[in-house]
């Protein structure tokens, strides 16, 4: 080089040249196919553990009579709920009621229960001594 010619500067701003558009499209379609294959698969095994679901439940819990959701029915004053649980559970504890009746079994007070207790003792098992 002579001392007359300099090097001429890069030109500031933006690239002159193309940049190659294969590899950006090959990689987006790519990214594309495996975006869809990934759907695809995602919603055919969800539809299998729905199918796998119904075939094991049966019908839905929350199914009406023809098969249609219905709403869940709410608690609108759950005092009162616990307050009329607490009554029936009170009550089986205090009055006699069948529990089988083709069995012949029933349901006697707590209080009742304590006294045959008493009365006839627990059942022990074959071969063990009286403490």
Same mark, same amino acid.
């Given at each position: 080089?002579? #001392?007359?010619? &300099?090097?001429? %500067?890069?030109a500031a701003g933006y690239e002159r040249r193309d940049a190659r558009i294969r590899p950006v =499209?090959? %990689?987006g379609a790519l990214l594309l196919a495996v975006l869809v294959l990934g759907h695809c698969a995602a919603r055919g095994l969800l539809a299998g553990f729905e199918r796998g679901a119904r075939a094991a439940a049966g019908r839905h819990p929350m199914a009406g009579e023809?098969?249609?959701?219905?709403?869940p029915v709410l &608690?609108?004053?759950?005092? $009162?709920? %616990?307050?009329?649980?607490a009554a029936r559970?009170? $009550?089986?504890?205090?009055?006699? #009621?069948?529990?089988?009746?083709? +069995? #012949?079994?029933?349901? =006697?007070?707590?209080?009742?229960?304590?006294?045959? =207790?008493?009365?006839? +003792?627990l059942p022990a098992r074959a071969g063990e001594e009286e403490r």
């Open positions: 080089m002579s #001392g007359t010619e &300099q090097k001429a %500067a890069p =499209v090959s %990689a023809r098969g249609e959701p219905i709403a &608690q609108s004053d759950p005092r $009162e709920h %616990a307050r009329r649980h559970e009170q $009550e089986a504890l205090e009055t006699y #009621g069948w529990i089988d009746s083709v +069995g #012949g079994v029933v349901r =006697v007070p707590i209080e009742r229960a304590l006294e045959l =207790v008493l009365e006839e +003792g």
